[in-house]
Structure formats: structure tokens, C-alpha cells
């Protein structure tokens, strides 16, 4: 294996982990404040269809943005009502989503467009184009650095490095900002919160509402982004898989980054080689794909190192009277 | 009075949640530009209209009686199984091995020896969840849902390296043996003189279903281990004082949960493609947690909720065949419903027992003042 396939090898991965990383962090928000989401999956899938759609339907992205974002907030705030207003089962809710998601998608594709559930191929402004960093032309002679730069590094769309920069942002905001603090404190103990004078609801509602936009872009990226359109079911997992990393960084922003791109990269090796020969074995495509639930499995079970939720996570807060 | 009447809460609560949920159902029918009461009376039709489409019915039915029970048992013991798919994924797997590779003389046996096998394979995917819920405290939700992804990826596998006849290019088995195939309704009526559809796929497997719901209620209901399961669903702390072992109730219900859910297979595989598919369960362990839910975690429950499920899927069939209404729409549905019955149940259910409990007040009020007079 050369250089350069590892470098396109590791491009395909980031390209792979960045919706898993989105959801993963929209995943964080929502249980670093105590509620359970299940329902990353099919928030992605509806915010894909609907920015697809619209998009395609307005000929701009931007648009096509704005209405994932919305339709994906609007999932998370039902999710918020069920689990913080009316107390109900988070994980029931969540799956309630899916199953939504899974169905409204192919519903109103096949009304608006008639294609079996998918939106009309997007292109040009209909979709997020590669962005060239400076200079990546000029310098992809370089050695070594050159087609890091240009070609790992380079020539992603937007939301690439929108998804790379909310790492820092959300570890910021998660530890450094009095926010953070209060966001933390109400998933492990939301009595002590409230007995502070903050409201509980109301900073469940707000974690409800940034996870939605998250996750939101998480669609977005991948209906206008990583493809040129929605096709039924294609978050294909997605969801979970962002669910397993985040239970893989233990609920932390930067080794979350970490864990989408190993999960990003274990796709973009399945992608590149279907059969791995390791010599004496050779690893079947199917064992790549289900190897990332096969590692969440052995992390949960805490072989290596133990994975602790936040304390409060999947039960309603009942004010005493 | 500080609580409303039992009707309300086993009758009264979930016919309120599931009316919302339909009419949710209606407008969005209405919404993508078709009219829903057109679509409601053909999906009768369709659905109950003729002997055919009672045979496909009762057949998606005896899916989800199946993985409905398991969801319930589960649940019972307050472990949310959502792993009925890839358990009824394996229980297909157990059950195909059986049929293959057993010479049966007669369906009476093989259909035996195949609900052991699919409850065997169904029963041991779920048992590493199950284990490690007990012994290591990882969340079954989750566990369970990875093993979903896990047991496709592996029949998958299995079907196109292992069981895929030669030169075929399906990933699918063999056909079974003609032994092993169960008799459909229509074999079983035509003796009485009863004519039923003979394409309709729904076959003895219905009434394997109905006992299971017998047996799952004696079990529950009327049986030791069965109060073990419901009180350490109720409360935990309390069952582990009066002596209940933690361990053996997580154990023993996912293990009847996953029993459950891959016994399922007589039905779809060994009653109705007679043969290994890829996707032969088709979302039916998802609508288990519908079902489940819809039937308040009781057999009888369960029983009328998967009649209900089957009678949307074969409507559903019938919606995207004659209308341009996509059969995604029962996943809407089963969305809606889960969503209600289940999440927002708190929605309905509070301001009932609050105008349950004032109109009580007010009539113990009344009471009072004619003793007065």
C-alpha cells in the first residue's frame, strides 16, 4: 500500500466520519443533559430528506439548509416533549422517531418528486461543492505534506470543516462557559440545578434544541454534501453508529472526534477493500460492516476501560411539591 | 378518590391515545393529496373484504403475536428488548437449519423441532445482551440495537458463503424439504368444506401463535417465575429484599423474550418462502415494540394489537397497489402510534385522571350536602 492510497484512504474517512461526528455531538448535547436520544438516525434521515428536497425543489442549498435544520429541531423539541414536559419513556420516544423519520421521508418524496423516495440528483448551487484550501494546487507536488494538504486536507465541503470546528466549540462551551457547567450538572444531578434557582426544563429544551441543529447538519451533509441527494434510508445506521462513538469517547467532545474518525475510517476501508486478507484469515466485507457495532459491544461491556453515562440520563425530573 | 377507575386506564386511555394517533395518521394521508377516508375503506376492504386478505392478515398477525410477546415479557421485567429483529433474523437461521438438515417424515414434527431451533438461535442472540445487562450493568437498549446491525451483517454472511446452493445467484437458501412445509388454511378448512384462499400465505403458524399467547399469559399471570419477572419490573430494590435474584430475572426474561421473537421464523420462513431469505423479517421485531406497547404488556393485549398491525400492513399492501400511496405509510402509522401510546402517553392520561378526579370531588360534595339536608 503507497502513500498516496493511505492519504485517499484517510480522505474517504474524514469524508465518512463527518456526519457520524455531527450526530455524535448533537448525541452528546442531548444526553450530557440528561436525556436519552436513540432517535440521531432518524432526525438525520429527515433533515436529509427535507434539505435534499428543498433544495432541489429552490435550487439553493442555503435553503435546502434552513429546512433540515428546522424539520430536525422540530423532531428534537417532540422528542423534548415526550421525555421533559409529559415524563415519557425517552427510548420509546426515540424509536417513535425512527420509525417516523423512516416512513415521512418515503411518504412526501414519493408525493413531491415520484421517484421511489428519492429527490431529483442535486447539482451546482443545489449542493455544497468542494472548497480548494489555498494554495492546495501549488503545493500538491510538495513531498509527504503536499498531498496531505492538498488532497486529505483540501477539497471538502463546507460542513467538513464546519463539523471539524465544533469540536472545539462544543468542548468550549461544554467546560469553559457557565452554560456548560449548568448543561453538565443537570445530567448527572438536576435536583441540585434546580435547587440553584435555574430551571431544569428550560435548559433540557435548549440542549433539545442545539442536538436538533446538530444533527440537523449531520443530514444535511450527507443528502448535499457527501451525496448529490436523498435516497430512502440512507442514513443507514448512522445514527446508532454515532450513538456507539459517542459511548466509545464516554461522552466527551474531543475523543468523540477520535471515535467517529476510527469509525469513519473502518467504512472507508470496507468501502476501498470489500475482503481483507490478513494471511492467514480472510476477513469477509460483512465482518467490516458490523465491526463497528462488534467494538461498541465490547466497550459497553467494559472490557477495555469502563463507559459511564451521565448519571441523571433517560429519567424525567419530577419536582418534589 | 386519588386515582381513575381501572376501565379508564386498561380501556379508555389507549383508545384516546390510538384515536390521536390515527387522526394524525388521516391527516397526513390528506396532506400528500389523497383523501383518507377513500384510503380507509379500501384498506377494509382490502384487509377484511375477502378470505384473501384475512389470509395475509392473520399471516403478518402471527409475525408480530410473536415478537409483540416477546417485547412484553421483556418489558415486564422493565428491560426495553429492541432486538426482536435480529433475534427473529437468527430464530430464521435456526429454523432453516432444522428444515435443511433434519430428515422429517411429517410437518407435525418438523414444525417441533423448528420452533426449538428458531426459539434456541432466537434465545441465544439475545443472551450476550442479556449477560452483560446482568453481570456488567451495558444497557440492553443499546446492546440490542447493535446486535440488530450484527445479525444481518452475519445471515448475510451465512447466505452468500454458506447456505447459497451452487450456481445460484440469490443470497438466499435451498428450498426445504416438501415435509417441512407447514399446511396453510386453506389446506386446513378445505377438509371441513370451508373454502379459504389458497394464495394467502397464513398457515398453522397462526395457531402456534395463539397458544404461545396462552402459555405467555399462564407464565406471566399464573406462575412463580412470572410474578418474579412483573415485581422486578415494578421495582427493583424491592424484589432483590424479597430474595428475587437480579441476574436470573434479566437472564431468564430475554431469554423467553429472544425465544420468542426467533419462533417467529415458522411462520415467515418455514411457512411462507419455505426457504432462507435475505430480508425475510421485514421490520416485524419493530413492530413488536408497537404492539407491545398498544397491548399495555398483556397477552390478550398483544393478541388484538398485532391483529390491528396485520390489518394496517395487508391495508397498507393494498394502498400502495391501488392508490399512490407508498406501504411506508404503516410505518408512519406504527411511528404515530408508538409515539402515543407509548412516549406521550402523559399527555392524554393527565388531564383524564384530573377530570376523573374532580368529577369524583364533586359528586362526594354532593353527596355530602343532601346528607345535610
Known amino acids: 500500500m503507497d502513500f498516496l492510497t493511505i492519504i485517499q484512504i484517510l480522505d474517504s474517512a474524514l469524508r465518512m466520519a463527518t456526519p457520524l461526528l455531527l450526530a455524535c455531538l448533537a448525541g452528546l ?30 435550487g439553493s442549498v442555503w435553503l435546502g439548509l434552513l429546512a433540515g435544520v428546522t424539520v430536525s429541531v422540530v423532531f428534537s423539541l417532540v422528542h423534548g416533549m415526550a421525555s421533559i414536559t409529559f415524563r415519557g419513556n425517552q427510548l420509546i420516544s426515540g424509536v417513535a422517531l425512527n420509525f417516523l423519520a423512516s416512513g415521512l421521508t418515503v411518504l412526501v418524496g414519493e408525493t413531491w418528486f415520484g421517484l421511489g423516495g428519492r429527490t431529483p440528483t442535486l447539482e451546482g448551487a443545489e449542493r455544497f461543492n468542494p472548497i480548494t484550501l489555498p494554495f492546495a494546487d501549488a503545493l500538491r507536488d510538495v513531498p509527504i505534506l ?22 472545539p466549540t462544543v468542548w468550549y462551551v461544554l467546560y469553559r462557559t457557565r452554560f456548560g457547567l449548568r448543561m453538565r450538572a443537570v445530567g448527572e444531578n438536576p435536583a441540585a440545578v434546580d435547587t440553584a434557582g435555574i430551571s431544569v426544563i428550560r435548559l433540557r429544551y435548549t440542549a433539545m434544541v442545539i442536538a436538533g441543529v446538530l444533527c440537523g447538519l449531520a443530514g444535511i451533509y450527507l443528502a448535499t454534501g457527501l451525496s448529490s441527494g436523498f435516497g430512502k434510508e440512507m442514513s443507514a445506521g448512522r445514527g446508532f453508529i454515532a450513538l456507539a462513538a459517542l459511548i466509545f469517547a464516554k461522552w466527551k467532545p474531543v475523543p468523540a472526534l477520535g471515535a467517529t474518525l476510527l469509525f469513519g475510517l473502518l467504512q472507508a476501508i470496507a468501502i476501498r477493500y470489500p475482503k481483507i486478507d490478513l494471511g492467514f484469515i480472510t476477513l469477509p466485507s460483512q465482518f467490516m460492516e458490523a465491526l463497528p457495532y462488534i467494538l461498541t459491544v465490547i466497550i459497553l461491556a467494559g472490557f477495555i476501560g469502563k463507559a459511564i453515562p451521565p448519571k441523571a440520563g433517560g429519567q424525567p425530573y419530577v419536582k418534589e411539591r | 378518590m386519588d386515582k381513575m377507575p381501572k376501565w379508564a386506564d386498561v380501556a379508555l386511555i389507549p383508545f384516546l391515545n390510538l384515536t390521536l394517533a390515527f387522526a ?85 414434527v418438523a414444525i417441533l423441532f423448528a ?259
Open chain 2, 115 to 373: 420452533m426449538l431451533g428458531g426459539a434456541l438461535f432466537g434465545a441465544l442472540w439475545a443472551a450476550i445482551p442479556a449477560y452483560l445487562q446482568a453481570k456488567r450493568g451495558s444497557h440492553v437498549v443499546i446492546t440490542t440495537i447493535m446486535f440488530n446491525f450484527i445479525a444481518a451483517s452475519l445471515l448475510n454472511y451465512v447466505l452468500v458463503n454458506l447456505l447459497r446452493p451452487k450456481g445460484s445467484m440469490d443470497p438466499a437458501s435451498a428450498r426445504f424439504p416438501e415435509t417441512t412445509n407447514l399446511p396453510t388454511f386453506h389446506d386446513l378448512l378445505s377438509p371441513f368444506g370451508i373454502a379459504f384462499s389458497k394464495s394467502a400465505p397464513v398457515n398453522v403458524s397462526f395457531i402456534v401463535a395463539v397458544v404461545a399467547c396462552i402459555v405467555v399469559y399462564l407464565l406471566l399471570f399464573r406462575s412463580r417465575i412470572g410474578y418474579e419477572i412483573r415485581s422486578f419490573g415494578q421495582s427493583q430494590s424491592a424484589s432483590v429484599y424479597a430474595g428475587i435474584s437480579p441476574v436470573k430475572i434479566t437472564m431468564i426474561a430475554m431469554l423467553l423474550s429472544g425465544g420468542l421473537a426467533g419462533m417467529m421464523s415458522i411462520n415467515n420462513t418455514m411457512g411462507e418462502s419455505e426457504r432462507l431469505i435475505l430480508n425475510s423479517v421485514e421490520g416485524a421485531g419493530f413492530i413488536g415494540i408497537a404492539v407491545a406497547l398498544m397491548g399495555r404488556n398483556h397477552p390478550f393485549g398483544v393478541f388484538l394489537a398485532a391483529l390491528l398491525f396485520g390489518f394496517l400492513y395487508q391495508g397498507g399492501g393494498e394502498l400502495a397497489l391501488w392508490l399512490s400511496i407508498p406501504r411506508e405509510l404503516v410505518l408512519v402509522i406504527q411511528g404515530l402510534v408508538i409515539l402515543f401510546t407509548g412516549a406521550l402517553d402523559n399527555m392524554i392520561r393527565m388531564p383524564v385522571e384530573r377530570a376523573f378526579i374532580r368529577a369524583a370531588k364533586r359528586a362526594e360534595a354532593r353527596d355530602a350536602k343532601q346528607k345535610e339536608a
Open chain 2, 24 to 108: 394524525i395518521s388521516m391527516a397526513v394521508i390528506a396532506a400528500i393529496g389523497q383523501d383518507p377516508f377513500e384510503a380507509v375503506k379500501l384498506m377494509v376492504t382490502g384487509a377484511l373484504g375477502s378470505s384473501y386478505g384475512w389470509g395475509y392478515t392473520l399471516y403478518y398477525a402471527t409475525n408480530f403475536i410473536f415478537t409483540g410477546l416477546a417485547v412484553s415479557i421483556a418489558f415486564q421485567a422493565a428491560l426495553f428488548n429492541i432486538g426482536g429483529e435480529g433475534q427473529a433474523v437468527l430464530g430464521g437461521l435456526g429454523v432453516a437449519l432444522v428444515c435443511l438438515y433434519i430428515p422429517f417424515p411429517h410437518w407435525t
Open chain 1, 146 to 167: 503536499g498531498p496531505i494538504y492538498s488532497t486529505l486536507l483540501s477539497g471538502h465541503t463546507l460542513l467538513v470543516y464546519v463539523a471539524l470546528l465544533l469540536v
Open chain 1, 29 to 58: 448535547i442531548s444526553e450530557r443533559s440528561g436525556i436519552f436520544d436513540i432517535g440521531l438516525e432518524g432526525k438525520i434521515l429527515v433533515s436529509a430528506f427535507f434539505s435534499a428536497a428543498v433544495a432541489s425543489l429552490t
